[in-house]
């Protein structure tokens, strides 16, 4: 008791360092992203990881690199001057990275990213399914006509879309149409483009369109309503993100497939833990890192 009092009093706090060089473990998980940490739609990848670990009494520190090459190859040495126990490099949308050689010095697990060669664990989210799934919603609610507004950038994003949408249409003998498919950049102004190539043309104007992302949704939605199409009664809408900024806010509320961000950021820490602990009783293991997809949920609105 009169030790206690002593801590009280003294306010004394045990030295983490000496600590950490006895257990031979710091406790910390280093966590570089690009740009994630001031990306608002984002942010819950950060959430998921930071809840996790302090569930499991780790400390996660950020570096948020901007994308600058020089900051994230220093933030990496830092971290492992500071004898962090794992490294997470995250990204802030899906997509091939080169990460610093010296990360594999420690456990390390991508987050939204991969390796060519998949010699990293790495967690992204289910493109080709979520596109399917956006477009199978779509078939369901009887429309045989459907527009796609697409990234014209063949990210995996793209590409995994894409692939779900034509397969969702193969599924229900429709054929591919490329008069229905407009290319573009990932932006509102670009969704509106894509939607006056699509809706403003003489004959039959397909009655649903899914788009690549939230943003492009909300250009086609500007367009519609200039062109005097009613959403979801003329054109149903499907969007992809779930940015709460624009698709529970626009109206009528966007039908959008979201990413599981938050999911995604709880599954690197946990991989992160594990490989950390087989690591300190085994050594590293010589089998294949796992690549691991989580799913794109539907959040239905009223666009659809």
């Given at each position: ?23 031979q ?11 994630i940490?001031?990306?608002?739609f ?31 190859d ?6 492992l ?10 990204t ?13 010095e420690v ?7 991969f ?24 078939l ?27 397969q969702?249409l ?20 670009s969704?509106r483009?894509?939607a ?16 690549y ?43 959008t497939?979201a ?14 833990l ?12 010589s ?5 691991h ?12």
């Amino acid at each position: 008791d009169k030790i206690w009092a002593a801590v009280r009093e003294l306010g004394y706090r045990p030295n983490a360092i000496a600590r950490n060089l006895r257990g031979q473990s710091t406790n910390t998980i280093g966590f570089i992203s690009d740009e994630i940490a001031t990306t608002p739609f984002a942010v819950r990848i950060l959430q998921g990881a930071q809840n996790y670990a302090w569930e499991h009494k780790k400390l996660l520190l950020t570096v948020n690199t901007g994308g600058d090459s020089e900051i994230r190859d220093a933030a990496v040495n830092m971290l492992l001057e500071r004898q962090v126990d794992g490294i997470i490099y995250a990204t802030m949308y899906h997509r091939q990275v080169n990460p610093p050689q010296q990360i594999r010095e420690v456990p390390a697990v991508l987050l939204d990213c991969f390796v060519e060669d998949r010699s990293l664990p790495s967690v992204v989210p289910d493109e080709l399914h979520g596109g399917y799934e956006a477009t199978k919603h779509l078939l369901d609610q009887g429309h045989t006509s459907i527009a796609f507004l697409s990234e014209e950038r063949p990210v995996p994003a793209q590409v995994g879309r894409m692939a779900g949408y034509k397969q969702a249409l193969a599924e229900k003998e429709i054929p591919y149409d490329e008069a229905l498919v407009a290319f573009g950049s990932s932006t509102q102004a670009s969704g509106r483009e894509m939607a006056d190539q699509i809706f403003n043309q003489p004959g039959p104007l397909p009655t649903a369109a899914f788009c690549y992302n939230d943003r492009i949704a909300m250009g086609a939605y500007d367009t519609l309503r200039k062109l005097g199409l009613s959403i979801p009664e003329d054109v149903a809408i499907v969007g992809f993100d779930n940015q709460d900024l624009i698709a529970a806010e626009v109206q009528p509320g966007l039908t959008t497939m979201a990413l599981p961000h938050y999911q995604m950021g709880q599954w690197a820490v946990e991989q992160l833990l594990n490989l950390i602990k087989t690591e300190n009783q085994e050594g590293f293991s010589s089998s294949l890192p796992t690549q691991h997809v989580l799913p794109c949920p539907l959040i239905k609105r009223n666009s659809t």
